[in-house]
């Protein structure tokens, strides 16, 4: 009986695991071999050139201005997402008032907790598209609110200025929701009692969140920016429907110039494939430094 529950193990496993090694694994191993050569993606020739590729990324400025935006993001987006996030949930699961029944949330926790979700149930393509209308200069609801309080209306994703920020404000958007219902799922499963002990001492919700609510929650958390920084590190499908990377390159992220060079009017399929390779790499190393940087004592509670 045991002897005959291997093979069927084996036949459940082996054709998914054959079709993530053809149409996930292949690729990746593809890209790397493809960054050494000169290839154009559409001829039937592809000479290898070496690091070449590497070296002309050292010199593209278009390239660093592009991984220049990225860092940015990396470092507000999961900041911004994490500390609205961890706001939000500590007012739908602690902010009502307090009374016999403990520590309780605010009226209308089920509500909030839906309409912050929201986004989730949208794909980034609705999202792009319906912040871009949001965002119109002429007929968008932003200026038009504006304009009726009298005050100015920029060009939006069209001044240079404020285009990048635009993007930046509908990532955290996008966001913001998903972490709200993980951190408030995560502070239920939190004991009662705890909360109870600590404001019969007075303490007040801001030391709560920052003296008990967070060193729980600090294996989620640390999940929740390890997410956050490979979305940043990404941002393709709302910068490139949003901006395509303009005005004047003020929005350019690193995939959405690797998507240019690939399928623009070059085609240089081997050069944004070394983009790719580097970003796998960048991607990696933030990955286990954030792992590393977040890496704390476990607490358990019984």
């Known amino acids: ?23 996930v694994l ?32 050292l010199h593209d400025g278009y390239v660093w201005n592009a991984l220049e935006n990225n860092a940015v993001l990396l470092l507000v987006v999961p900041v911004l997402t994490i500390a609205l996030g961890l706001f939000f949930a500590t007012m739908l699961t602690m ?3 307090k009374g016999r029944a403990g520590v309780t949330g605010v009226r209308g926790t089920a509500v909030y907790r839906l309409v912050y979700f929201f986004p989730q149930v949208l794909s980034v393509v609705i999202i792009a598209l319906l912040w871009k209308e949001i965002y119109n200069p002429r007929s968008g609801l932003l200026n038009g609110a504006l304009h009726a309080l009298g005050l100015p209306t920029p060009a939006w994703l069209g001044d240079p200025r404020f285009a990048f920020w635009c993007v930046l404000a509908v990532m955290v958007w996008s ?3 998903f972490y ?11 004991p009662r009692d705890i909360y109870e002990a ?17 060193p729980l929650l600090w294996d989620t958390v640390q999940v ?21 990377g303009g005005p004047n390159f003020s929005t350019d992220v690193i995939g959405n110039r690797m998507y240019d060079t690939a399928f623009g009017s070059e085609t240089k399929f081997g050069y944004a494939s070394a983009m790719g390779v580097v970003m796998f790499f960048l991607t990696l190393s933030v990955a286990v430094l954030a792992l590393r940087a977040a890496r704390r004592d476990r607490i358990e509670y019984s």
């Not at 009986?1 to 149409?23: D, K």
């Not at 690729?27 to 559409?42: C, E, H, R, V």
């Not at 600590?198 to 967070?214: N, Q």
């Not at 929740?224 to 920084?229: D, E, K, Q, R």
């Open 1 to 23: 009986m045991r002897h005959g529950r291997y093979p069927l193990i084996v036949s459940f496993l082996l054709p998914p695991l054959v079709l993530y090694g053809v149409f």
């Open 26 to 57: 292949s690729p990746y191993l593809q890209a790397f071999q493809i960054s050494t050569t000169d290839w154009l993606g559409y001829s039937a020739q592809a000479d290898p050139v070496g690091m070449a590729n590497f070296r002309t990324l």
């Open 95 to 97: 902010g009502g008032r």
């Open 175 to 177: 966001n913001v929701g």
């Open 180 to 190: 709200v219902v993980l951190f408030g799922a995560a502070m239920q499963a939190i």
């Open 198 to 214: 600590v404001m019969l001492d007075g303490a007040s919700r801001a030391v709560m969140l920052r003296k008990i609510t967070i």
């Open 224 to 244: 929740a920016w390890i997410y956050l920084a490979i979305a940043a590190l990404d941002g393709f499908i709302l910068v490139q429907l949003m901006t395509n």
